[in-house]
């Protein structure tokens, strides 16, 4: 007895089930570019049209010589640049020293990245008026202390994922094997490997530094939000094409992290095939 097995209707049936999942992935894509992109393309027309209706980059060009922006935005730069000295004195040592030294506070310092997150900044900057000392509020650039603080969810797990992906133990018995102290092997060898990461905490910081507006708004000195936000009652077009221009520097300055991750990713698989 012959038993003929009919494989026509699971073939059709799962010839379906990769079309409805391809036309799903599809739709769900189309939603999301629809979801970021339309914003971005009002903002970006509004910012280039003038009262006529036509399009013109006189916005775009005449920012430079508006008042305060200038200062503003070297502000901006300067508490940027102090932001990203304070993560890489402080933040990077740590995360270090408990991946060497202390894996069991680990879990503790992730719970501890994530208070940033559980407290709104309106709560962080107020409690930090309050309490601090007068010599730290004089300081021009003791913003510089809570960005560090709000960019800890951010760079602890950039930087963890990339300690994560190197073998710590066997860099470090080499290093010793070869008489290299534990400085000399975290300056020669951890921190070479984790330049992918750093940049990418770097890249966060700064594109933190130029948007966020909550706790610029309770010091004395504008940043670029802050003066967007107030310049914004005197020109719609002009703040718009600002805003507009802060957003694509942070994502350029996020695909030259990229692109440079990439090629320096494949320049060592290049290196290690020869």
Do not use: K
Request: glycine content about 6%; charged content about 10%; hydrophobic content about 55%.
């Amino acid at each position: 007895m012959v038993t003929v097995l009919d494989t026509g209707g699971v073939a059709v049936s799962a010839s379906q089930r990769r079309w409805r999942a391809r036309i799903s992935r599809g739709l769900i894509l189309w939603i999301f570019g629809f979801y970021v992109l339309a914003p971005l393309y009002a903002g970006a027309r509004f910012a280039l049209q003038n009262d006529n209706g036509n399009f013109s980059f006189h916005s775009v060009a005449v920012i430079p010589a508006q008042a305060g922006f200038s200062d503003a935005f070297w502000y901006s730069t300067r508490l940027a640049l102090v932001t990203v000295i304070g993560v890489l004195v402080l933040v990077v040592p740590t995360i270090i020293y408990a991946h060497l030294r202390a894996p069991g506070v680990r879990p503790a310092l992730e719970v501890i990245s994530l208070l940033p997150i559980v407290f709104p900044p309106i709560v962080l900057i107020l409690g930090f008026m309050h309490t601090a000392p007068t010599w730290l509020l004089i300081w021009p650039y003791h913003l510089a202390i809570l960005y560090v603080v709000i960019s800890l969810p951010f760079v602890y797990r950039s930087l963890d994922a990339g300690l994560l992906a190197l073998d710590l133990s066997t860099l470090v018995e080499a290093g010793r094997s070869l008489g290299a102290r534990v400085t000399t092997i975290v300056w020669r060898v951890i921190l070479p490997n984790l330049t992918s990461a750093l940049v990418s905490s770097v890249a966060l910081v700064v594109a933190l530094v130029y948007s966020e507006y909550t706790m610029a708004s309770f010091q004395v000195t504008p940043t670029l939000p802050v003066w967007i936000a107030q310049f914004s009652m005197s020109d719609g077009h002009i703040t718009t094409a600002a805003a507009m221009l802060s957003l694509v520097g942070a994502w350029v300055l996020l695909a030259v992290v990229l692109v440079a991750d990439l090629g320096r990713l494949q320049w060592r698989q290049r290196r290690a095939r020869a």
